[in-house]
């Protein structure tokens, strides 16, 4: 799995990268719904409405523009490397720039 997690890290030469995160269900709600708080509290599934809005845009302006989920397959280390706070989760990376010429 680390191997295949190393596939991830190409993203660092894009112009922009966008990092969406959410905040964790509080501990609450957690202890209350357990595994299904995450879908309750909605972050992750707004964090992502919020990332097609950025696509969507960044399409408008002529700009290339890619999400990227794979880099959750090493998420811990991804958490790690971008500094994500403990109570923020990380959803995905959005990666930005020119198109190149065809």
Sequence with gaps: MRRYGE???WFGDVP???VITCRK???FLQMAMGDKAALL???E???AMAAFALLLAAQTLDLGACCLTGPLSVWREMETRLDIPK???LVLLAALGHKKDA
Excluded: C, E, K, R
Aim: charged letters at 5%.
């Design 7 to 9: 596939n991830f890290f």
């Design 16 to 18: 922009a990268l966008a």
């Design 25 to 27: 269900p509080p501990a």
């Design 41 to 43: 509290w909605g972050g």
């Design 45 to 47: 599934l707004s964090a």
């Design 87 to 89: 109570h923020d989760t």
